[in-house]
């Protein structure tokens, strides 16, 4: 499975510069947050798959005016193609913006997904890093520590964020590894694959 994930800004050659064929051969494309509704609805319409997508805190428009043919993952947990996404959009708390939390406010929206976390989480989609993981000292781009005692319990293969653009710090990895989970700071794009996977069947009924 290949997915193209995505953040914090657009990429010339999917935009200015985009040419038929770029986005051939992906069979889903992950937003991060911090893009405009124009960008990612342009991207879901060129490459004809999923758009899946969590808010940053740049991204209070979206009330307004929701990206086009996408699906909004925050504060959800789905399947695609075998493999468990959760995500979590937002910030750290900083002023009166919208699509901030503080701490707690992060915890609770864990909290009322406890039920659905209960078969695990395979990718972890957020717009913030994770506490001392690639975030900085700065409110504004400080990790939640939720998140990372989400790795602690369970051990995702991907932590996919953004929010803490490269050039803030250049001599930063863009990836690095925490226990079983390879966290990846995807602002700008990254190319993600993963061995395809038998998808669950549908369930029946109620159960």
Same mark, same amino acid.
């Given at each position: 499975?290949?997915?193209?994930?995505?953040?914090?800004?657009?990429?010339?050659?999917?935009?200015?510069?985009?040419?038929?064929?770029?986005?051939?051969?992906?069979?889903?494309?992950?937003?991060?947050?911090?893009?405009?509704?124009?960008?990612?609805?342009?991207?879901?319409?060129?490459?004809?798959?999923?758009?899946?997508?969590?808010?940053?805190?740049?991204?209070?428009?979206?009330?307004?005016?929701?990206?086009?043919?996408?699906?909004?993952?925050?504060?959800?947990?789905?399947?695609?193609?075998?493999? @468990?996404?959760?995500?979590? =959009?937002?910030?750290?708390?900083? !002023?009166?913006?919208?699509?901030?939390?503080? *701490? /707690?406010?992060? %915890?609770?929206?864990?909290?009322?997904?406890?039920?659905?976390?209960?078969?695990?989480?395979?990718?972890?989609?957020?717009?913030?890093?994770?506490?001392?993981?690639?975030?900085?000292?700065?409110?504004?781009?400080?990790?939640?520590?939720?998140?990372?005692?989400?790795?602690?319990?369970?051990?995702?293969?991907?932590?996919?964020?953004?929010?803490?653009?490269?050039?803030?710090?250049?001599?930063?990895? @863009?990836?690095?590894?925490? =226990?079983?989970?390879?966290?990846? !700071?995807?602002?700008?794009?990254?190319?993600? *694959? /993963?061995?395809? %996977?038998?998808?669950?069947?549908?369930?029946?009924?109620?159960?």
């Amino acid at each position: 499975m290949k997915l193209l994930v995505i953040a914090d800004e657009k990429d010339p050659a999917l935009w200015d510069y985009y040419a038929p064929g770029r986005l051939d051969g992906l069979d889903a494309i992950i937003s991060c947050g911090d893009l405009s509704p124009e960008y990612l609805s342009f991207l879901v319409t060129m490459a004809s798959v999923p758009l899946f997508y969590v808010q940053g805190n740049h991204d209070g428009i979206y009330e307004k005016q929701p990206p086009e043919g996408c699906d909004c993952i925050d504060g959800e947990v789905i399947e695609f193609r075998g493999y @468990r996404i959760l995500g979590l =959009g937002g910030s750290m708390r900083y !002023n009166r913006g919208s699509c901030q939390y503080t *701490e /707690l406010e992060m %915890r609770r929206r864990i909290f009322r997904l406890r039920r659905k976390l209960r078969a695990g989480v395979d990718l972890l989609v957020t717009h913030t890093p994770a506490r001392g993981l690639g975030d900085m000292d700065d409110l504004c781009h400080m990790g939640f520590q939720c998140f990372r005692e989400l790795l602690d319990s369970f051990h995702p293969l991907y932590h996919c964020h953004g929010h803490v653009h490269l050039q803030y710090v250049p001599t930063r990895p @863009r990836t690095r590894q925490y =226990g079983e989970t390879t966290i990846v !700071n995807v602002s700008g794009k990254y190319i993600l *694959e /993963l061995p395809d %996977r038998p998808e669950s069947p549908p369930r029946k009924g109620w159960l």
